[in-house]
């Protein structure tokens, strides 16, 4: 697409100006609605450097975040900053910004009779989800590598392959804390139900986390997850950023894909599933 092309006020790499100031009073009470259900439920749920990244932001429940005060305090702690985009970006848009710590995030809200469920990530999903990781030294290298991936993996073809890692991971990982298991993945964390569904519903399976499992197995973006995959530590994310994926790139592709809910003998099985929520669904 040619800069001539673009809608107005995009640029060639996507973004667009948040207009913060252009949001209505309805769509700051979406914000708040969200904000608040949500922050009370992840006490005690999400990992402890969620929680402690969202304290550190100028996010509060009031008021739909201004990217720029976000993107202040990001720089001085881990070099990011969030730009706005109108929705979903191209692959190597999105891999590009990441490369360079930028944060493309959704510059709309959701509507009040969406609060549980929207398949394009809006800002709550960006914002809420994200954006307290990235005060993270460790999660902010891991995204940027992952960036950096996301293009050598794009001209090998093998993208599908990586973006498995993300979803388990930056979208819906958990990970094993002293006090139990803990949210870190933005697409549980800014969901009330999957939030709940995650950690407390003996439907899905959790599965210690295996690099060439997860690239090996597809996932659901239409519904709860069937499993989740559980880091020891976010430590173990930076031993990512540092793999060279080119070999098991080559030796997942020799193997079949794996179905979301699928069992393999050689799983370290945290929790086995019922599968119950998604067996009852396929009857109905």
Same mark, same amino acid.
């Given at each position: 697409?040619?800069?001539?092309?673009?809608?107005?006020?995009?640029?060639?790499?996507?973004?667009?100006?948040?207009?913060?100031?252009?949001?209505?009073?309805?769509?700051?009470?979406?914000?708040?609605?969200?904000?608040?259900?949500?922050?009370?439920?992840?006490?005690?749920?999400?990992?402890?450097?969620?929680?402690?990244?969202?304290?550190?932001?100028?996010?509060?429940?009031?008021?739909?975040?201004?990217?720029?005060?976000?993107?202040?305090?990001?720089?001085?702690?881990?070099?990011?900053?969030?730009?706005?985009?109108?929705?979903?970006?191209?692959?190597?848009?999105?891999?590009?910004?990441?490369?360079?710590?930028?944060?493309?995030?959704?510059?709309?809200?959701?509507?009040?009779?969406?609060?549980?469920?929207?398949?394009?990530?809006?800002?709550?999903?960006?914002?809420?989800?994200?954006?307290?990781?990235?005060?993270?030294?460790?999660?902010?290298?891991?995204?940027?590598?992952?960036?950096?991936?996301?293009?050598?993996?794009?001209?090998?073809?093998?993208?599908? %392959?990586?973006?498995?890692?993300?979803?388990?991971?930056?979208?819906?990982?958990? &990970? @094993? $804390? =002293?006090?139990? !298991?803990?949210?870190?993945?933005?697409?549980?964390?800014?969901?009330?139900?999957?939030?709940?569904?995650?950690?407390?519903?003996?439907?899905?399976?959790?599965?210690?986390?295996?690099?060439?499992?997860?690239?090996?197995?597809?996932?659901?973006?239409?519904?709860?997850?069937?499993?989740?995959?559980?880091?020891?530590?976010?430590?173990?994310? %930076?031993?990512?950023?540092?793999?060279?994926?080119?070999?098991?790139?080559?030796? &997942? @592709? $020799? =193997?079949?894909? !794996?179905?979301?809910?699928?069992?393999?003998?050689?799983?370290?099985?945290?929790?086995?599933?019922?599968?119950?929520?998604?067996?009852?669904?396929?009857?109905?």
């Amino acid at each position: 697409m040619h800069l001539s092309d673009l809608p107005p006020g995009q640029r060639d790499d996507w973004t667009i100006d948040q207009q913060w100031d252009q949001y209505t009073p309805e769509q700051h009470a979406v914000w708040k609605t969200l904000f608040e259900r949500q922050s009370k439920l992840l006490e005690g749920r999400a990992c402890d450097e969620f929680l402690t990244g969202m304290r550190a932001l100028p996010i509060a429940p009031d008021q739909i975040p201004d990217f720029r005060q976000l993107s202040e305090v990001l720089m001085q702690h881990t070099g990011w900053q969030v730009v706005a985009v109108p929705g979903l970006v191209p692959d190597e848009v999105f891999f590009e910004h990441l490369a360079n710590r930028r944060f493309p995030a959704g510059q709309f809200i959701r509507s009040a009779d969406q609060l549980d469920y929207l398949q394009e990530p809006d800002v709550f999903h960006d914002v809420f989800g994200h954006v307290p990781l990235l005060m993270n030294p460790i999660i902010a290298d891991y995204i940027q590598a992952y960036g950096v991936g996301g293009l050598r993996a794009k001209e090998k073809g093998v993208l599908d %392959l990586l973006a498995r890692v993300y979803w388990y991971t930056v979208e819906f990982g958990l &990970v @094993q $804390q =002293k006090d139990g !298991l803990r949210l870190y993945g933005a697409g549980i964390v800014s969901s009330y139900t999957e939030s709940i569904f995650a950690l407390d519903d003996a439907s899905p399976n959790r599965v210690r986390f295996d690099l060439p499992r997860v690239m090996q197995t597809d996932y659901r973006i239409d519904d709860f997850q069937e499993t989740y995959f559980v880091i020891r530590d976010l430590d173990e994310l %930076l031993q990512l950023a540092h793999t060279d994926f080119a070999p098991l790139y080559a030796q &997942v @592709q $020799q =193997k079949p894909v !794996l179905q979301p809910g699928t069992i393999l003998p050689d799983d370290v099985l945290v929790t086995r599933g019922t599968g119950s929520y998604h067996h009852f669904k396929k009857e109905k």
